[in-house]
């Protein structure tokens, strides 16, 4: 089983971001922890990250081919990409729409995602823990898909 894990604008600054909000962790300690739980979980990932629209779509139009799930923070695009929702619709598996803060409980203008309603899975405010709950939802439901 083959995942991809699609990080977008600021999220390489991690560590750098408010530490009360997304825990000071950096995105290389993020997809370190991502990769031992994919191995936990027996899937493959493939970590991405950009701060490029473009190349974000670009990689989602790559994956079209051999992801058999979608684990995606597109960070402040969230809020307003209909290019980025436009990739994502391609996707005939399971995307799992993940945010290290709870959007829901910032400003107002981080409470509305237009891809929320294309994730069979919307984990958010769970810190770095949220993409284990992403993977292992992917994998529960691949490999109960007949
Ligand atoms: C974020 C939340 C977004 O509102 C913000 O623009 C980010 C990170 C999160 O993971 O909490 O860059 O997606």
Same mark, same amino acid.
């Given at each position: 089983?083959? =995942? ?7 999220? *390489?600054?991690?560590?750098?971001? *408010?530490?009360?909000v ?19 979980l027996?899937? $493959? ?6 701060? $490029?629209?473009? !190349? ?11 992801a058999?799930?979608? =684990? ?6 969230? $809020? ?10 391609l ?10 803060? *709870?959007? !829901? ?11 929320a309603?294309?994730?069979?899975k ?19 439901? =691949?490999?109960?898909?007949?």
């Open positions: 089983m083959q =995942v991809v894990v699609l990080n977008g604008a600021n999220l *390489d600054v991690l560590a750098r971001r *408010d530490p009360a997304y825990g000071g962790i950096s995105l290389s300690e993020l997809e370190t922890r991502i990769y031992e739980w994919a191995s936990e027996g899937c $493959h990932v493939r970590c991405r990250q950009t701060n $490029h629209e473009g !190349e974000y779509i670009d990689w989602c139009h790559d994956a079209l081919d051999w058999d799930g979608v =684990v995606v923070n597109p960070g402040a695009w969230t $809020h307003y990409s209909y290019a980025i929702r436009d990739a994502l619709e996707f005939q598996v399971p995307i799992v729409e993940v945010h290290l803060s *709870d959007i !829901e409980e910032r400003e107002e203008w981080r409470r509305s995602s237009v891809i309603d294309l994730a069979a919307r984990v958010l405010g769970k810190g770095p823990d949220g993409y284990r709950e992403a993977l292992g939802f992917i994998v529960q439901q =691949v490999g109960a898909a007949p």
